[in-house]
């Protein structure tokens, strides 16, 4: 029989990708599987030990209902449309784990699960901040222009505008927009706080920690420039049709890699 902390992140998986979000919420798949391997991923690695370890708490039959009350309320809200519903975003991410998280382990045990929810609401807060802080926008320029030089290696002209970018190669022109989830700055923003979280708990030195934190948010930064380069590479070799609907799945390896990296390198810490 499997144990509960394996029954949990199975549930997890299937409460991110199922019929009401794919097909009734138009929220991309490709989305959908990437944001829910990298959560199960990152909590499987790291914070595992502590969930499993959490053997005193499960849920009760009143927090039974009132986890699966969150779950249930949160997509009939998106299906309704209520409250800038309509598909899976950040806050709908956070909502499914808490809710999940109650079913299994009761309102008592969100104590060891302090560590996903806190880094959930550190993304919804970056997301909200790169619309109150322009400065982050500009960040997000200055990305596509680091990128756009060595775009020639592979043989693309690149011409930044904004957030555009228009890209000519021998055969063709494309005009893209880096934006949307986990793109561009999002990426940066949505990672770099896990990096911090990952090492906060350590039983380390302050050196090593600050060495670590300083890796974590310098090699994510790098990453992201990497998955935007990486899009435009795939653009190049299959088309702009399968590039386009192949990205997310091909730039999300590179997270979840980096996930892996950065695990391998707190263990040797």
């Known amino acids: 029989?499997?144990?509960?902390?394996?029954?949990?992140?199975i549930?997890?998986?299937?409460?991110?990708?199922?019929?009401?979000?794919i097909f009734f919420m138009n929220t991309p798949f490709a989305f959908l599987f990437s944001v829910a391997l990298t959560v199960i991923l990152w909590i499987g690695i790291r914070w595992r030990g502590s969930i499993r370890n959490n053997t005193l708490y499960r849920g009760n039959s009143f927090e039974i209902i009132l986890g699966s009350s969150l779950l249930v309320g949160n997509y009939a809200r998106n299906l309704l449309g209520i409250l800038g519903g309509g598909q899976i975003g950040i806050f709908d991410i956070f909502l499914i784990f808490l809710g999940s998280y109650i079913i299994f382990y009761g309102v008592r045990g969100l104590r060891a699960g302090t560590g996903p929810l806190i880094?959930?609401?550190?993304?919804?807060?970056?997301?909200?901040?790169?619309?109150?802080?322009?400065?982050?926008?500009?960040?997000?320029?200055?990305?596509?222009?680091?990128?756009a030089p060595s775009l020639s290696l592979i043989g693309m002209k690149a011409e930044v505008f904004g957030d555009f970018i228009r890209l000519t190669t021998q055969v063709e022109t494309y005009f893209l927009q880096i934006g949307g989830p986990f793109a561009g700055i999002k990426g940066f923003l949505s990672y770099a706080p896990l990096s911090v979280l990952m090492v906060l708990?350590?039983?380390?030195?302050?050196?090593?920690k600050t060495l670590l934190v300083s890796f974590g948010i310098v090699s994510t930064f790098l990453i992201s420039l990497a998955r935007i380069w990486l899009i435009f590479f795939i653009i190049l070799v299959i088309g702009i049709d399968l590039g386009l609907a192949t990205r997310t799945f091909f730039a999300f390896g590179l997270y979840l890699a980096w996930v892996i990296l950065f695990k391998a390198v707190i263990v040797r810490a």
């Open 1 to 9: 029989m499997l144990r509960r902390d394996y029954l949990f992140l």
């Open 11 to 21: 549930f997890l998986f299937f409460a991110f990708i199922n019929p009401l979000s």
């Open 119 to 147: 880094y959930f609401g550190l993304i919804y807060v970056a997301y909200q901040a790169e619309f109150a802080f322009p400065v982050l926008v500009q960040l997000e320029y200055a990305m596509l222009n680091q990128i």
């Open 201 to 208: 708990d350590l039983k380390t030195s302050r050196m090593n």
